[in-house]
């Protein structure tokens, strides 16, 4: 609007020339437009320059002001006694300093221009020079020259040509400087100005992209800093043209297994892909994520790798009964079976399948399976797989009581996990501790409970009394047992120290009563200390989550930067109110091998400083700060391995 | 004896030499322990690494990546490198050689005369390999 509005008082000529001051010579014509905006008469070429905007007076003036210059220099040269001799000379100097007030206006736009081609050249160079060569001679003058350029204001009220669009405007103070140097009008610099707007969001660096991925990745427990392996990016780029593969040809076993990993982690396990991992010599097929695959591909991993001896399939929704039938009759070598989610195999089939591999058979998981796979199958088990010494059975819908007392005839586990939808009474559970305890190297028992029974703490008792060279133990979900029995349990335990230890949710669930009842129900505090005390040296997992009662103090006696846990790597502290600030530091702080540290709902967990080479996750308050990294030593970054025995995240 | 180098040589099956900075050459574990001066390699005192598995193409992208690796070691959010999917497999094993293979072996393998820290690594390949009857050796002779 100022710029219209300009120009149409300017056009109107109701802007006179600025007054000159009477110098002699040629008198005013129209020189002495003063105040009132009387003036004398025009020539018609006075009024043609003032419609171009240029000024009779300003001319006028510079001559004035050259002849002058030139009779002082002429003044100094003679007072400096050089005499008339060099007449010429003068003359040359005297007309080369009226030349260059001539050509000043030319040449200002000139120098404007070369500043500014210096400047982008600045810029450039600046971003190649190195650091080391910041604040040399080159880059302050460019700095200078910026500064210049940057101060000088458009000088308002003066008329010009658009850079852009070659209209006639007035200059304002808001008026843009064009790409050449020169000025724009108002709607080509508003062009500008947005185009410049739109090349600095382009040229801004996107933080929030990836963010979600890294939040991601660091829920797995994940560190990424400094660039990836080139393994990792390759594989990465593998998962994302995993169509366009033909063939992996001859890979170590653990890149293929690495593959294999993330292919299924991204859902691109499918009939074509899956056949790049199978080759005939393996004896190991782990497909992670095998809800893609048909039933006739199962029958594949048989007919190419009839010499498999483990075989690990997880989610086989279409696995029937026909695959049942095709891996007997190829899989001759089979020793490990793990099948999640196989609900189309009947249950006579099953028990086929055990027969079939009978003596043979070293290891079983099932989980997920609801329509079959009921007490005679486990049955059958026990009597057709005499030498199984693994045993993972998990939310197996049809299984009872019958199938526990099945499972205490395996004389050989040595691995058991079991997770039962139905309730089971202590005195079977019992009976089965008490029966294949003592060779047990893994004891997982989840969500065993008796609601018949007055609660008790026999079961712990009885794993106190049986169990002697456990490793992996885990007793979730139970509300049933109290403290004191964990004190037993731990207390004096000829088991040697667990590197594995998960007592998750074991506190009462009365929602009525948060604080608990007076007489602490689940792992508290003497618990803690207990299972601390006894395994403490060699603990490698801890999982303590939802153990509600355990106090601040014990937390503080346990973590106290004295006490050491040499070889603790991963903690879980979810759902322990008192958790704090303070803890977590201690925890860093007694754990030297800590990498990983689970705060879910852990309120009073704020501004922590995470060091280097540890993951802090789902600390709620901690918002930002989880990204920082402290300041600890760089911890070597070991290779992703897996903590006994776990599948891996992986990254992508 | 020479001294040790600012550069070194790596070269390619098919005979293309790539002159790389030693601390970044020094990224791959494998080229590592071939020029640590205790492990006593040959490869140590001529300053040159010879890589009999990798082709030029693909030790070219190595070399890349060794840089790439060695300018991003310290910052947090490093963009991930551009690997052409057509390399990635072959590019795949050269990582999985230079990174992993030699840290398995014992230093008291390493120190034969005359031996190359290569020769060794493949011979190690290939006799875990034969143990494990995971694959057939991919090994070129």
């Given at each position: 609007?100022?710029?219209?509005?300009?120009?149409?008082?300017?056009?109107?000529?109701?802007?006179p020339?600025?007054?000159a001051?009477?110098?002699?010579?040629?008198?005013?014509?129209?020189?002495?437009?003063?105040?009132?905006?009387?003036?004398?008469?025009?020539?018609?070429?006075?009024?043609?320059?003032?419609?171009?905007?240029?000024?009779?007076?300003?001319?006028?003036?510079?001559?004035?002001?050259?002849?002058?210059?030139?009779?002082?220099?002429?003044a100094?040269?003679?007072?400096?006694?050089?005499?008339?001799?060099?007449?010429?000379e003068?003359d040359?100097?005297?007309?080369?300093?009226?030349?260059?007030?001539?050509?000043?206006?030319?040449?200002?736009?000139?120098?404007q221009?070369?500043?500014?081609a210096?400047?982008?050249?600045?810029?450039e160079?600046?971003?190649?020079?190195?650091?080391?060569?910041?604040?040399?001679?080159?880059?302050?003058?460019?700095?200078?020259?910026?500064?210049?350029?940057?101060?000088?204001p458009?000088?308002?009220?003066?008329?010009?040509?658009?850079?852009?669009?070659?209209?006639r405007?007035?200059v304002?103070?808001?008026?843009?400087?064009?790409?050449?140097?020169?000025?724009?009008c108002?709607?080509?610099?508003?062009?500008?100005?947005k185009?410049?707007?739109?090349?600095?969001?382009?040229?801004?660096?996107?933080?929030?992209?990836?963010?979600?991925?890294?939040?991601?990745?660091?829920?797995?427990?994940?560190?990424?800093?400094?660039?990836?392996?080139?393994?990792?990016l390759?594989?990465?780029?593998?998962?994302?043209?995993?169509?366009?593969?033909?063939?992996?040809?001859?890979?170590?076993?653990?890149?293929?297994?690495?593959?294999?990993e993330?292919?299924?982690?991204?859902?691109?396990?499918?009939?074509t892909?899956?056949?790049?991992?199978?080759?005939?010599?393996?004896?190991?097929?782990?497909?992670h994520?095998?809800?893609?695959?048909?039933?006739?591909?199962?029958?594949?991993?048989?007919?190419?790798?009839?010499?498999?001896?483990k075989?690990?399939?997880?989610?086989c929704?279409?696995?029937?009964?026909?695959?049942?039938?095709?891996m007997?009759?190829?899989?001759?070598?089979?020793?490990?079976?793990?099948?999640?989610?196989?609900?189309?195999?009947?249950?006579?089939?099953?028990?086929?399948l055990?027969?079939?591999?009978?003596?043979?058979?070293r290891?079983?998981?099932?989980?997920?399976?609801?329509?079959?796979?009921?007490?005679?199958?486990?049955?059958?088990?026990?009597t057709?797989?005499?030498?199984?010494?693994?045993?993972?059975?998990?939310r197996?819908?049809?299984?009872?009581?019958?199938?526990?007392?099945?499972?205490?005839?395996?004389?050989?586990?040595?691995?058991?996990?079991?997770?039962?939808?139905?309730?089971?009474?202590?005195?079977?559970?019992?009976?089965?501790?008490?029966?294949?305890?003592?060779?047990?190297?893994?004891?997982?028992?989840?969500?065993?409970?008796?609601?018949?029974?007055?609660?008790?703490?026999?079961?712990?008792?009885?794993?106190?009394?049986?169990?002697t060279?456990?490793?992996?133990f885990?007793?979730?979900?139970?509300?049933?047992?109290s403290?004191?029995?964990?004190v037993?349990?731990?207390?004096?335990?000829?088991?040697?120290?667990?590197?594995?230890?998960?007592?998750?949710?074991?506190?009462?669930?009365?929602?009525?009563?948060?604080?608990?009842p007076?007489?602490a129900?689940?792992l508290?505090?003497?618990?803690?200390?207990?299972?601390?005390?006894?395994?403490g040296?060699?603990?490698?997992?801890?999982?303590?989550?939802?153990?509600?009662?355990?106090?601040?103090?014990?937390?503080?006696?346990?973590?106290?930067?004295?006490?050491?846990?040499?070889?603790?790597a991963?903690?879980?502290?979810?759902?322990?109110?008192?958790?704090?600030?303070?803890?977590?530091?201690?925890?860093?702080?007694?754990?030297?091998?800590?990498?990983?540290?689970?705060?879910?709902?852990?309120?009073?967990?704020?501004?922590?400083?995470?060091?280097?080479g540890?993951?802090?996750?789902?600390?709620?308050?901690?918002?930002?700060?989880?990204?920082?990294?402290?300041?600890?030593?760089?911890?070597?970054?070991?290779?992703?391995?897996?903590?006994?025995?776990?599948?891996?995240?992986?990254?992508? | 004896?020479?001294?040790?180098?600012?550069?070194?040589?790596?070269?390619?099956?098919?005979?293309?030499?790539?002159?790389?900075?030693?601390?970044?050459?020094?990224?791959?574990?494998t080229?590592?322990?071939?020029?640590?001066?205790?492990?006593?390699?040959?490869?140590?005192?001529?300053?040159?690494v010879?890589?009999?598995?990798?082709?030029?193409v693909?030790?070219?992208?190595?070399?890349e990546?060794?840089?790439?690796?060695?300018?991003?070691?310290?910052?947090?959010?490093?963009?991930?490198?551009?690997?052409?999917?057509?390399?990635?497999?072959e590019?795949?094993?050269?990582?999985?050689?230079?990174?992993?293979?030699?840290?398995?072996?014992?230093?008291?393998?390493?120190?034969?005369?005359?031996?190359?820290?290569?020769?060794?690594?493949?011979?190690?390949?290939?006799?875990?390999?034969?143990?494990?009857?995971?694959y057939?050796?991919?090994?070129?002779?």
């Amino acid at each position: 609007m100022s710029g219209r509005r300009g120009r149409g008082a300017n056009t109107g000529g109701a802007n006179p020339p600025p007054p000159a001051p009477a110098r002699g010579g040629r008198g005013g014509r129209g020189g002495r437009g003063g105040a009132a905006g009387i003036r004398g008469p025009h020539s018609a070429l006075t009024d043609f320059l003032a419609a171009n905007n240029i000024s009779a007076q300003e001319i006028r003036d510079s001559y004035q002001q050259r002849v002058q210059q030139a009779e002082r220099e002429a003044a100094e040269a003679a007072a400096n006694g050089e005499g008339p001799s060099n007449d010429v000379e003068e003359d040359l100097q005297a007309e080369s300093s009226a030349m260059a007030a001539e050509r000043s206006k030319k040449k200002r736009k000139r120098d404007q221009d070369e500043a500014i081609a210096k400047i982008k050249k600045g810029r450039e160079a600046k971003k190649k020079a190195s650091k080391k060569k910041k604040g040399s001679d080159d880059d302050s003058d460019f700095d200078d020259v910026l500064d210049m350029v940057k101060k000088a204001p458009p000088i308002p009220g003066q008329l010009k040509y658009c850079e852009i669009c070659e209209k006639r405007f007035t200059v304002t103070p808001y008026s843009k400087a064009g790409p050449e140097g020169g000025l724009l009008c108002a709607p080509c610099g508003k062009d500008m100005a947005k185009d410049l707007k739109a090349e600095a969001k382009a040229k801004k660096p996107v933080v929030r992209k990836g963010r979600r991925k890294l939040e991601s990745n660091r829920l797995d427990g994940m560190l990424q800093r400094g660039p990836k392996t080139l393994q990792q990016l390759c594989i990465e780029t593998l998962a994302k043209h995993s169509e366009d593969i033909d063939e992996l040809g001859e890979m170590p076993e653990g890149i293929m297994k690495r593959i294999s990993e993330i292919f299924s982690k991204k859902r691109a396990m499918n009939s074509t892909t899956m056949k790049l991992f199978l080759q005939p010599d393996m004896d190991t097929v782990a497909i992670h994520e095998a809800a893609y695959l048909e039933t006739e591909d199962y029958d594949q991993i048989f007919a190419v790798c009839p010499t498999v001896k483990k075989v690990s399939l997880r989610n086989c929704c279409q696995f029937k009964d026909s695959n049942i039938d095709y891996m007997i009759e190829k899989g001759k070598h089979l020793r490990d079976i793990q099948l999640l989610g196989a609900n189309l195999v009947a249950n006579d089939k099953w028990i086929e399948l055990f027969i079939a591999r009978g003596q043979d058979l070293r290891s079983l998981k099932v989980e997920w399976l609801d329509a079959a796979f009921d007490d005679q199958a486990v049955e059958a088990l026990s009597t057709f797989c005499p030498n199984l010494e693994r045993l993972k059975i998990e939310r197996c819908k049809r299984l009872g009581v019958d199938s526990i007392d099945a499972i205490a005839r395996m004389e050989h586990l040595q691995h058991l996990t079991l997770r039962f939808y139905c309730e089971i009474p202590h005195e079977r559970l019992i009976h089965l501790i008490t029966s294949v305890g003592a060779n047990l190297r893994t004891l997982c028992l989840e969500h065993f409970l008796d609601a018949e029974d007055e609660p008790n703490d026999d079961v712990l008792d009885a794993i106190h009394n049986t169990c002697t060279k456990l490793r992996k133990f885990r007793f979730t979900e139970n509300n049933e047992c109290s403290d004191e029995g964990y004190v037993r349990l731990f207390t004096d335990w000829s088991n040697p120290p667990l590197y594995y230890a998960d007592v998750n949710s074991t506190r009462d669930l009365d929602n009525t009563n948060p604080d608990g009842p007076d007489e602490a129900v689940g792992l508290t505090s003497a618990g803690f200390s207990a299972l601390m005390a006894h395994s403490g040296a060699r603990l490698e997992f801890l999982d303590i989550s939802s153990c509600r009662h355990i106090s601040h103090q014990t937390f503080v006696d346990i973590f106290d930067g004295a006490k050491q846990y040499p070889h603790l790597a991963e903690i879980n502290v979810s759902f322990c109110p008192v958790v704090d600030t303070q803890i977590v530091a201690g925890i860093f702080r007694s754990c030297p091998s800590i990498r990983k540290v689970v705060t879910f709902g852990c309120f009073q967990v704020e501004d922590v400083r995470v060091p280097r080479g540890i993951v802090l996750i789902g600390a709620p308050r901690a918002g930002d700060q989880l990204e920082q990294f402290g300041e600890g030593e760089v911890v070597e970054r070991e290779g992703m391995g897996g903590v006994g025995g776990r599948v891996v995240p992986v990254m992508g | 004896m020479n001294q040790p180098t600012d550069f070194v040589t790596l070269v390619s099956n098919d005979g293309y030499e790539f002159k790389i900075l030693r601390l970044a050459a020094c990224i791959a574990g494998t080229i590592k322990k071939a020029l640590d001066p205790m492990s006593g390699f040959r490869e140590n005192t001529q300053n040159r690494v010879d890589l009999p598995t990798i082709n030029g193409v693909v030790l070219e992208k190595v070399c890349e990546y060794l840089y790439y690796n060695q300018k991003h070691a310290a910052s947090k959010d490093v963009s991930d490198m551009d690997i052409p999917p057509e390399l990635c497999l072959e590019l795949l094993i050269a990582a999985d050689y230079l990174d992993d293979m030699i840290s398995a072996i014992s230093p008291i393998l390493g120190s034969m005369p005359g031996q190359t820290a290569t020769d060794t690594a493949r011979a190690s390949t290939s006799t875990t390999l034969n143990k494990k009857e995971d694959y057939v050796t991919s090994t070129p002779s």
